[in-house]
């Protein structure tokens, strides 16, 4: 299917403003948010399966640690690069059915997987299944601003704990069906994909139709906000992305090498290992639903603050849990830590207002990308010492969360 905008007239930012204005006015368009929420959860969890099933990987390849981190940085480079590519081009030409055509690439790269035969073929699955998230993440945010009703952190919540329940689904399905028919099996998964692909093409006319009627009106948008220097906008960015760095360096440490870690130190099987990474993701679904709702209601800066520095004395008490404490403090660590990137995307959303797509590009980009390379960093490391010390160097990620202390307010607390 072509990717196209398919709106009559200037179907550029302008209407895209225009749209974004009139949507405020009447309100969250629920329908839209859960469509894109249902086909987060299904694209996540389909991207899922690739981290859930490295221990069927290492074992049928065998791959060592070094490997297995390629796999995942292959993967979210292919993301990561190219997300602002096309949020910057969207900025400009809104293309509604990309997010189908996003999901159709995703299920290439799955189809791939199921039936590599090699390393290689891994590795081009990973790369597929990248760029079909590459086309996604962007528009997807941008349309879930637009369908907001002026509540864009909970709109942000809604949309992203689609994508953390599938995250958390993943390695679900891999302990009860990947692991137990091996790798072939993971062609069943096409079936997510298709419907996917089915409720993402009629997102996609809701959101052609709401360009056509913006184009049509020839209205301006809402007022934007003040803006701030250009100098302290981009030391913010800056401060933001390092947030997020410390954010997915320690999250790769868990959703990559969590079972590995487990399965060690523990002597716990591969199904109980991604029974207790379920834990862990499920944490983290719920922890992105409180994100942006409670954002919308005290300030973006008081949930980046407390969500990323506030989860430093859980990390630190990890490494040195048993079993039953290692599995119960990824709950808090999960929920507390998730909580950030609603906050993060809105407050960079109102940092560079009409830069949606550019925004969601670069932070889901950049966190893909600080995934992908902390997965492949941590992996070498674990290689040439142990998975242990892996986890006990990464508790200390969170102290990053003091530069928080420098974001500009840009929002002051809403009324409920």
């Known amino acids: 299917m072509a990717v196209e905008a398919s709106v009559t007239g200037p179907p550029q930012a302008e209407a895209v403003g225009r749209v974004a204005s009139s949507a405020a006015a009447a309100g969250p368009a629920a329908v839209v948010l859960g469509g894109l929420s249902l086909s987060h959860l299904l694209n996540d969890m389909i991207q899922s399966l690739l981290p859930a099933i490295y221990p069927l990987l290492k074992q049928a390849y065998a791959l060592d640690f070094g490997q297995i981190g390629f796999l995942t940085l292959a993967f979210q480079l292919t993301a990561s690069l190219l997300q602002p590519v096309v949020g910057l081009f969207t900025d400009k030409r809104p293309m509604p059915f990309s997010l189908a055509t996003g999901m159709l690439l995703s299920l290439c790269g799955l189809l791939l997987l199921s039936h590599a035969g090699s390393y290689g073929l891994l590795v081009t699955a990973a790369c597929l299944v990248g760029l079909g998230s590459a086309i996604f993440h962007p528009e997807a945010s941008r349309v879930a601003r637009l369908a907001s009703g002026g509540r864009y952190g909970l709109a942000q919540s809604v949309f992203q704990v689609g994508g953390n329940a599938g995250s958390a689904l993943g390695p679900l399905l891999a302990a009860f069906i990947v692991v137990p028919l091996g790798q072939p099996s993971v062609a069943l998964f096409a079936v997510a994909a298709l419907a996917g692909f089915v409720v993402l093409s009629l997102v996609g006319r809701w959101y052609r139709d709401r360009l056509r009627a913006g184009a049509a009106r020839g209205k301006k948008g809402g007022a934007a906000l003040r803006a701030l220097p250009k100098g302290k906008v981009i030391a913010t960015i800056a401060v933001l992305l390092v947030l997020i760095f410390s954010k997915y360096f320690y999250m790769a440490s868990l959703s990559s090498y969590f079972t590995f870690y487990l399965m060690h130190r523990f002597g716990v099987s591969v ?12 944490a983290v679904a719920a922890g992105t639903v409180a994100g942006g709702p409670i954002g919308d209601r005290f300030g973006r800066k008081v949930v980046i603050w407390g969500s990323i520095l506030g989860v430093l004395p859980f990390t630190l008490a990890l490494p040195h849990a048993n079993l039953f404490w290692t599995v119960a403090l990824t709950v808090p660590i999960g929920l507390i830590l998730a909580s950030a ?25 950049f966190a893909f990308g600080m995934g992908g390379l902390g997965a492949a960093i941590l992996g070498e490391i674990a290689d040439r010492t142990s998975i242990e010390f892996v986890y006990g160097i990464c508790a200390f990620l969170p102290a990053v969360g003091l530069l928080a202390a420098f974001l500009p307010r840009l929002d002051p607390p809403r009324a409920a």
């Open 271 to 282: 199904q109980e290992s991604q029974l207790y990474l379920f834990v862990f993701l499920g």
């Open 341 to 365: 990137m609603p906050a993060i995307l809105v407050y960079a959303q109102e940092l560079l207002p009409g830069r949606v797509g550019l925004v969601g590009g670069l932070f889901f980009g």
